[in-house]
């Protein structure tokens, strides 16, 4: 397997899957292609030596070689004809916006490029925190109570205070506050609305313990890494997300018992299922009195989560021989042939 | 404005978004393109007077022009440089696989490309019927009972017979039965699962009064068709679906009370909330007990259901001209730019 990683994209976190792509080049020792897409919606083939940031900063990317989607693969203008890259798999690491809500998803599908990497509908139920709780009732998974509170409509709380506010649509804590009192709610709701037309408002439940899960299936079997405790905080402001994915240093598993332990795999099957296949995901779960609540589905997790696993580099290996493969649809013409051979050519007015 | 129509595509449904497109260029009389995507993913420019349906099914529109996708717009090949269509916005008419996936949806969205269609969220949630199911909870819309089998699951039915058999993912009635007798319900099955992974199963309510509506939201206004009562059939087989697609001849509204006639355009706003701005869709709903129940979305209706408008090329006007515009995002460097004035050029260790 060669693997190309993409980052990038258009989005709050394109700075964000720069730094996530330099901590992969860290932990991935194989030969890896790395494909840029800028804020232009082009796409740029990053020799390994000039994945430092400041070379997307100051713009130098642009000295390097441009890439187009192309039949099977990203395509290099030659000299005398388009050549394909060597990547047999792109690593779909673009956080956030255009990555994870299946644009990039539908791209490659689209242009028959394997990828490792949440499929459209994975990204959309991911992407989308309304469509999310939605998706955890179907696949009777508890999850945090909410409620869904739009632009142009009524500020009315169905909870007690404190509640969290979240922009329906982007990640890595844009947007989100936590109210505390009253007087905090209207200028937390513009800030979300911002960001999106519709806010999803949750009870904030202080101190709560919290534990994420990331890994994947491949065949038949489940590849799933140390499980968590994320550093106690009310939750990740935006400068310490950023650090947070450039992680590369391996962490202990989470002190918790065993029955726990298994209760928080289940879930994360559950969750999983077999809407995630193809993709290394990471849940977050709440624990609360007992009940494990899905928080939050990362589809393609902060420097992919590598810390959580030993061989981080082989689940790659294994995740990208075992991707879905779309059933295979060739449109033939048996309906307009028979009706051309009863009626004679007569469909059309041309 | 003038209107691109995007038809064919990767789908069981590709011959009935020919016929479709023939049926459109039959009642817009304005200027219109044909961009016809093939079963191997090209794109091209079809003249007016080649829309017949031999001239795919004999291949013969592999001597019209090829088009790529390019920023703004479809882009042909000019003896200098690439020339861009007329055309300032597509009509999304790939019905089914491709083009009701959100993968059609998706490209045009990367490309900048404004078009007329379900965006990808609408699209992930009606061509999944799982997916509508939990969607319709969310917006607090009965629909008829269901339950989700898998390839590899028992087969065990929550339901009495009679009960219909779905393909979750495929429209036009492909692989869907009636399923009777116990001893039918295998093949029903074996027959959906030829075509998806996960089939669902519903009550079959014998003769069941059965609704359609197309409409669509332009601005804060609403634009809703004749109410249609289609024709009593179980369901439309493919044959008849195929014909209906092409369907150009206006229908006359349902013969049914005012109250009811509210009450289903209510149901019908209900669906389409935010969600499928952008689109012209039919929802079709069941009449049981009084109660109004969620039947199927069709985000891309065939021939976009003209026949139910009188001023149809008008409604398309007005659609194009309030298409939802995503919010602007403008990557920057801030926290690289902060890092590296903190530390020097640090990040990254090329």
């Known amino acids: 397997m060669k693997l190309a990683i993409l980052f990038g ?29 800028d804020a232009e919606g082009g796409f740029w083939h990053i020799p390994a030596d000039k994945m430092k940031s400041n070379h997307f900063s100051t713009g130098a990317y642009k000295k390097n070689d441009p ?41 490659l599908e689209f242009f028959d490029i394997p990828y490792i990497g949440p499929r459209r509908e994975a990204s959309v139920v991911s992407a989308n925190k309304w ?37 329906l649509r982007l990640g890595s804590s844009i947007g989100v506050s936590v109210v505390r009192k009253p007087e905090e709610l209207d200028f937390a709701l513009d800030v979300a609305f ?33 499980i968590e405790a994320p550093r106690k905080k009310e ?5 310490q997300k950023y650090l947070d994915f450039g992680r590369t240093e391996g962490v202990q598993e989470a002190d918790i018992d065993a029955t726990l332990k298994a209760d928080l795999i289940d879930a994360f099957k559950k969750v999983y299922a077999h809407t995630f296949e193809g993709a290394l995901i990471r849940c977050d779960f709440f624990v609360a009195s007992g009940e494990i609540l899905l928080n939050e589905i990362n589809p393609i997790p902060g420097s992919m989560a590598n810390y959580l696993f030993d061989d981080f580099a082989g689940v790659l290996e294994r995740l990208s021989s075992h991707l879905p493969k779309p ?20 469909i059309g007015n041309g």
Chains 1, 2 share one sequence.
């Open 9 to 37: 994209g258009v989005s709050y976190e394109h700075e964000i899957s720069i730094v996530s792509a330099i901590a992969l080049k860290k932990v991935l020792s194989g030969p890896l292609d790395f494909i840029f897409l």
């Open 67 to 107: 890439l187009a989607l192309g039949r099977g693969g990203f395509k290099k203008r030659g000299l005398l004809k388009a050549k394909r890259l060597e990547a047999d798999t792109v690593l779909n690491l673009v956080h956030g916006g255009q990555g994870e809500d299946g644009t990039v998803a539908s791209l």
């Open 131 to 167: 469509l999310t709780k939605l998706y955890a009732e179907g696949v009777e998974m508890p999850a945090v109570d909410w409620q869904l509170l739009r632009i142009d409509g009524p500020r009315a709380l169905d909870f007690d205070l404190p509640v969290i506010v979240k922009p």
């Open 194 to 226: 911002e960001f999106d037309d519709e806010v999803l408002v949750e009870p904030f439940i202080e101190g709560i313990a919290e534990y994420n899960l990331a890994g994947c299936r491949v065949g038949d079997e489940w590849v799933i890494g140390r």
């Open 235 to 239: 939750f990740l402001d935006f400068d």
């Open 327 to 346: 059933r295979a649809i060739r449109p033939d013409y048996a309906y307009i042939e028979k009706v051309q051979s009863a009626k004679g050519p007569k």
